[in-house]
């Protein structure tokens, strides 16, 4: 296991932080007392005195494994979605390295989103298996998994092994990031398990680029080389791009000429540039005026042929979802079983699925009656009846 481990003096804790994202604290005394008979690792692994939390972005964090009970679906933080075509979304974990100031899910330093979530890399993979052989059955084309998430996929410790093992089940793995973590020792490791990584640059420009990804240490440059370096390797490139009007409308035309230069899209398209979204818990940068997509598509045919993107252009058709378990309007007492997400929520688990229950005081351990308001996509969100 790798790790590294410090005494925090003010918290009086012992402090191990895993992978670098991983943060396992243990008070102090109650470490020494097991020091005498276990290793760090048994320590780490079976200590009942432990919090976790993200070390990234410093929230809560819980540890998802088979053993838990937590199912993979039913909620969009993490585990499986399924949205009714024959791409899968797999979500390994919360938790962001960067800020952009229109971060659609308010990721990095969060005031909406109070609890990180991580899921065991087997647990995952196993329901993956589950839910794609479900899909194989009502579906023509092959089977895409596609890892994205409430942040950035790249800070899951296991993402290499994720995605080595989605290779052996799905047709097309492919991966949405923003860069900073991967290296080209990664990319090596990659060929020939992942077929495409859809790539974040939202500038060309240095200093807007850091303005957009709101931290000052965004590294424009190494972003740039890990583009020109997957776009020579087995895997494809999408350069996927948000506009955000007022702040990088130049940089459209220089990130199409980059990419062609360096030769994106060796099988699908090049490039997906995505219009800001105003979204009710997301970031709403300063002065911004959200397009509508008429205008939006407009300026994409402007701008030059094959850039607005149609389901087929990455071989999606609509493929039978996965059965629904609670109606809209159901009425049913569960058990609050995990913290949600964002404050005031709670999540309870029945019948395989995850609900979210919004606005919610009641603590974990605690019953509650609950009424489904939302079931799309077999993702539920309850409120309290
Ligand atoms: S990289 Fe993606 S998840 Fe992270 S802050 Fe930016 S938009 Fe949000």
């Given at each position: 296991m790798m790790y590294e481990k410090f005494v925090d003096g003010k918290k009086n804790e012992v402090v191990f932080i895993l992978h670098n994202v991983i943060e396992v604290r243990i008070p102090k005394k109650i470490y020494e007392k097991y020091r005498r008979n276990y290793s760090d690792e048994e320590i780490i692994s079976f200590c009942p005195h432990k919090n976790i939390y993200n070390a990234i972005t410093k929230r809560k964090l819980y540890y998802i494994t088979k053993e838990s009970g937590v199912p993979l679906i039913g909620h969009t933080a993490f585990g499986i979605i399924d949205r009714g075509t024959n791409l899968l979304q797999v979500r390994p974990c919360t938790g962001c390295n960067l800020n952009c100031i229109f971060c659609s899910v308010d990721e990095g330093k969060s005031r909406t989103r109070v609890t990180d979530y991580m899921v065991d890399v087997d647990y995952l993979v196993e329901k993956f298996e589950e839910v794609a052989d479900f899909k194989r059955k009502h579906c023509k084309n092959g089977i895409e998994a596609h890892i994205d998430g409430q942040g950035e996929p790249f800070i899951y410790p296991y993402i290499v092994e994720l995605i080595r093992k989605l290779s052996k089940i799905a047709d097309v793995v492919s991966i949405q990031t923003n860069g900073i973590l991967i290296t080209k020792d990664m990319i090596k490791r990659l060929e020939g398990y992942l077929d495409r990584i859809n790539l974040s640059i939202n500038s060309m420009d240095e200093k807007m680029a850091k303005v957009l990804a709101g931290v000052p240490t965004y590294n424009l440059k190494h972003v740039l080389e890990i583009a020109e370096e997957i776009a020579v390797s087995q895997i494809d490139l999408l350069i996927a791009p948000v506009w955000v009007p007022g702040y990088n409308d130049e940089d459209m035309k220089k990130i199409i000429e980059f990419g062609n230069k360096i030769g994106a899209g060796k099988k699908w398209k090049p490039f997906g540039i995505q219009k800001y979204i105003k979204y009710k818990f997301g970031?709403?940068?300063?002065?911004?005026?959200?397009?509508?997509?008429?205008?939006?598509?407009?300026?994409?045919?402007?701008?030059?042929?094959?850039?607005?993107?149609?389901?087929?252009?990455?071989?999606?058709?609509?493929?039978?979802?996965?059965?629904?378990?609670?109606?809209?309007?159901?009425?049913?007492?569960?058990?609050?079983?995990?913290?949600?997400?964002?404050?005031?929520?709670?999540?309870?688990f029945e019948r395989d699925r995850v609900i979210q229950i919004t606005e919610t005081n009641k603590k974990v351990g605690e019953y509650t009656n609950i009424r489904i308001i939302r079931n799309k996509h077999n993702i539920y969100v309850a409120e309290e009846s």
């Amino acid at each position: 296991m790798m790790y590294e481990k410090f005494v925090d003096g003010k918290k009086n804790e012992v402090v191990f932080i895993l992978h670098n994202v991983i943060e396992v604290r243990i008070p102090k005394k109650i470490y020494e007392k097991y020091r005498r008979n276990y290793s760090d690792e048994e320590i780490i692994s079976f200590c009942p005195h432990k919090n976790i939390y993200n070390a990234i972005t410093k929230r809560k964090l819980y540890y998802i494994t088979k053993e838990s009970g937590v199912p993979l679906i039913g909620h969009t933080a993490f585990g499986i979605i399924d949205r009714g075509t024959n791409l899968l979304q797999v979500r390994p974990c919360t938790g962001c390295n960067l800020n952009c100031i229109f971060c659609s899910v308010d990721e990095g330093k969060s005031r909406t989103r109070v609890t990180d979530y991580m899921v065991d890399v087997d647990y995952l993979v196993e329901k993956f298996e589950e839910v794609a052989d479900f899909k194989r059955k009502h579906c023509k084309n092959g089977i895409e998994a596609h890892i994205d998430g409430q942040g950035e996929p790249f800070i899951y410790p296991y993402i290499v092994e994720l995605i080595r093992k989605l290779s052996k089940i799905a047709d097309v793995v492919s991966i949405q990031t923003n860069g900073i973590l991967i290296t080209k020792d990664m990319i090596k490791r990659l060929e020939g398990y992942l077929d495409r990584i859809n790539l974040s640059i939202n500038s060309m420009d240095e200093k807007m680029a850091k303005v957009l990804a709101g931290v000052p240490t965004y590294n424009l440059k190494h972003v740039l080389e890990i583009a020109e370096e997957i776009a020579v390797s087995q895997i494809d490139l999408l350069i996927a791009p948000v506009w955000v009007p007022g702040y990088n409308d130049e940089d459209m035309k220089k990130i199409i000429e980059f990419g062609n230069k360096i030769g994106a899209g060796k099988k699908w398209k090049p490039f997906g540039i995505q219009k800001y979204i105003k979204y009710k818990f997301g970031r709403k940068p300063k002065g911004v005026k959200e397009m509508n997509f008429k205008v939006f598509y407009k300026k994409l045919e402007e701008m030059g042929e094959g850039l607005r993107l149609y389901p087929e252009d990455f071989g999606i058709v609509k493929c039978k979802s996965l059965p629904k378990k609670f109606k809209v309007g159901e009425k049913l007492k569960v058990k609050i079983e995990m913290e949600g997400r964002m404050k005031n929520e709670m999540l309870a688990f029945e019948r395989d699925r995850v609900i979210q229950i919004t606005e919610t005081n009641k603590k974990v351990g605690e019953y509650t009656n609950i009424r489904i308001i939302r079931n799309k996509h077999n993702i539920y969100v309850a409120e309290e009846s």
